[in-house]
């Protein structure tokens, strides 16, 4: 079974950082994308960055010159280094791995999974 550990969330003045990590553990040949994803009160989760294992990574609009996502393929780990935070991102954030390859004999068989989610608050 994998298992997605988050860690790093907490609460911060606006304007400043925090540094988002995420472990994948288990039984694991290889990870195709791993990101980051949040979820304001009543609203539905939402991508805020991802990586693939080649290094492509993809932002939301509102993060871009803010986020920077990053990924250690031989510790199946990714970051997330928020900077310049506002209270508008304010959320929990979940961390995702898909197309988990978790069988040797099956490399076409791959799965996606979910974190438990860290709370982050940008406040005064």
């Known amino acids: 079974q994998v298992q997605l550990v988050e860690s790093g969330g907490g609460l911060v003045q606006p304007g400043g950082s925090l540094r988002l990590s995420c472990t994948a553990s288990?039984?694991?040949?290889?990870?195709?994308?791993m990101g980051w994803y949040r979820q304001f009160p009543g609203k539905q989760r939402e991508l805020v960055a991802g990586i693939t294992s080649g290094g492509t990574r993809n932002y939301a609009d509102s993060v871009k010159a803010r986020f920077t996502i990053s990924r250690d393929n031989a510790k199946n780990t990714v970051f997330l280094q928020m900077n310049s935070l506002k209270p508008e991102d304010t959320a929990v954030y979940y961390c995702?791995?898909?197309?988990?390859?978790?069988?040797?004999?099956?490399?076409?068989?791959?799965?996606?999974?979910w974190g438990q989610g860290t709370q982050v608050t940008v406040s005064s």
């Open positions: 288990g039984t694991i040949f290889s990870i195709n994308v």
């Open positions: 995702n791995a898909d197309g988990v390859r978790t069988s040797y004999y099956r490399p076409d068989f791959l799965r996606n999974y």
